[in-house]
């Protein structure tokens, strides 16, 4: 019954898409939904983009294993990212009306910092998306009872979220998005009641945790601890916002006020309900103890969904996993989208002079579908966590892209050399670093934004006499 209702649940949220991409005719339908969409829907795919399976898998097992000090990263930080996307960037972003971040950086910066930095983007997508691919595999493979083997689920999940992306692009993305946004909200207070009153209502729960010590959320108070908490919080924090995924949302609003409450809106949504699939895994401390102890040191990401399949009646097993597809689903069709039309739009179309709207559209497409095959590929091999996925996903953007981002927005000495020296010093000293000095006190990403920092003062006090004007674009000249 329950792989069945995940059957039908599958062909129905495809179809949707679908029939939402026959609304697509050009490129800026696909890329931002033709910059149309009204604050609802826009919240809702802020909020289901960020609501992944790293939220209902990763980050509740990282919590049973740390405690509140361990997701610092995630849902910490990632929700202040979108709160200062909100405050810092939004409306500076939309009033541009660009396709990708990456043209933000063309403009500002030049050529080579928009090629490098498109770059780092789409190499960040590589391991969120594979996170994706991978939870669905595992989501497959648990409600077969291990018929489908978490490979082939891996492919099915992959293929099928590629059908309605490859024809819809964001104009699907957010639609489904919307009506899984719903599905997830019911979904996870509906199993989060059923869990409460097996394990002795939610005060016994927060109880028990805190007796545990799962809600000391500081580092001990010494400079390796308190360096290593401000690094986990900035890669998510920081390394966020310079991405594809939020810039899309941003710019695919109707107008730049929908565009500013969307993002802080989703961001406080999604910390909110972030914490509704941590509560759910704590219960099974009190509820079955033996099931945390089997999974804890092996594989604690299947604690959660074989709770649910262990101890919730058929209708609760069909709301969990109704909320948990809806969540992998609509990250892992926003996580194809993003790399692939920056990717087309700014590294590809560079390559072809004149190319039109409609051919531009089609390398898009055929964009997603490669991409779609090599991230595959990659969540098929990978041996990491789908939340040591997540969390190093965003490195790249941290050391390469928020600094030039940051100060091109709020600094007017920033400027073509300025970009490029903060480019390459964040990314030279953050790859020195993982190869040399992995676990050193000052952690690779902490290293290499300082280095993208100085970078960006350096070139900025060169006499502006000698660079080409910060509001005049080097593909101009």
């Known amino acids: ?66 405690g509140l000090g361990g997701i610092v990263a995630d849902p910490f930080g990632s929700s202040l990212c979108l709160i200062l996307v909100g405050v810092f960037f939004a409306r500076h972003l939309y009033n541009r009306k660009m396709l990708t971040i990456g043209d933000y950086f063309r403009e500002r910066y030049g050529r080579v910092v928009e090629i490098l930095i498109t770059l780092c983007i789409v190499a960040s997508y590589l391991g969120w998306v594979a996170a994706q691919i991978k939870a669905l595999g595992l989501v497959f493979n648990v409600v077969s009872d291990d018929a489908i083997s978490q490979e082939t689920g891996m492919l099915i999940g992959a293929g099928s979220v590629l059908i309605y ?50 809600f000391n959320f500081w580092p001990h108070m010494d400079w390796v601890s308190i ?63 033996d099931l945390v102890k089997r999974y804890i040191d092996t594989d604690s990401q299947l604690i959660l969904p074989r709770l649910v399949l262990d101890h919730a009646p058929l209708f609760a097993q069909i709301m ?39 051919h531009l559209l089609r390398m898009m497409r055929i964009t997603v579908l490669c991409f779609t095959v090599v991230v595959t590929f990659f969540a098929i091999n990978s041996q990491l966590s789908i939340f040591k996925m997540v969390e ?38 953050w790859i020195v670093c993982e190869m040399t000095a992995a676990d050193a006190a000052v952690p690779p990403q902490l290293a290499g934004l300082i280095a993208s920092l100085a970078g960006m003062l350096i070139g900025g006090f060169v006499p502006q006499s000698e660079l080409i004007p910060v509001d005049q674009p080097l593909r101009d000249n």
């Open 1 to 66: 019954m329950l792989l069945w209702f995940v059957i039908a649940y599958w062909v129905v949220s495809v179809g949707i898409g679908l029939v939402a991409a026959m609304g697509v005719k050009n490129t800026a339908d696909f890329a931002a939904a033709g910059h149309k969409l009204p604050l609802p829907i826009v919240t809702a795919t802020v909020f289901a983009t960020w609501f992944g399976s790293e939220t209902v898998l990763g980050i509740p097992a990282t919590f049973l294993k740390e």
């Open 165 to 214: 992306t490859l024809f819809g692009g964001m104009l699907s993305v957010a639609i489904t998005d919307f009506i899984q946004m719903i599905i997830i909200v019911i979904g996870m207070l509906y199993i989060g009641g059923e869990f409460s009153q097996s394990a002795g209502g939610v005060a016994a729960v927060i109880t028990h945790a805190s007796n545990a010590g799962k």
């Open 227 to 289: 360096l290593g908490f401000i690094a986990a919080l900035f890669t998510m924090m920081l390394g966020s916002i310079p991405q594809q995924d939020v810039f899309q949302r941003i710019t695919s609003s109707k107008n730049v006020n929908t565009a500013v409450q969307a993002a802080v809106l989703g961001g406080v949504m999604y910390f909110i309900f972030a914490f509704v699939p941590l509560f759910l895994a704590y219960s099974a401390t009190l509820i079955d103890p």
């Open 320 to 358: 969990f996993f109704g909320a948990l597809l809806s969540a992998i689903k609509s990250c892992a069709s926003a996580t194809l989208l993003a790399p692939s039309v920056t990717f087309s739009e700014n590294i590809l179309k560079g390559l072809f002079k004149n190319l039109s709207d409609r």
């Open 392 to 429: 190093s996903a965003y490195k790249i953007t941290l050391v390469a892209a928020f600094v030039p981002l940051a100060f091109g927005v709020y600094w007017k000495r920033a400027n073509s050399l300025s970009g490029l020296l903060s480019v390459l010093g964040g990314l030279i000293v």
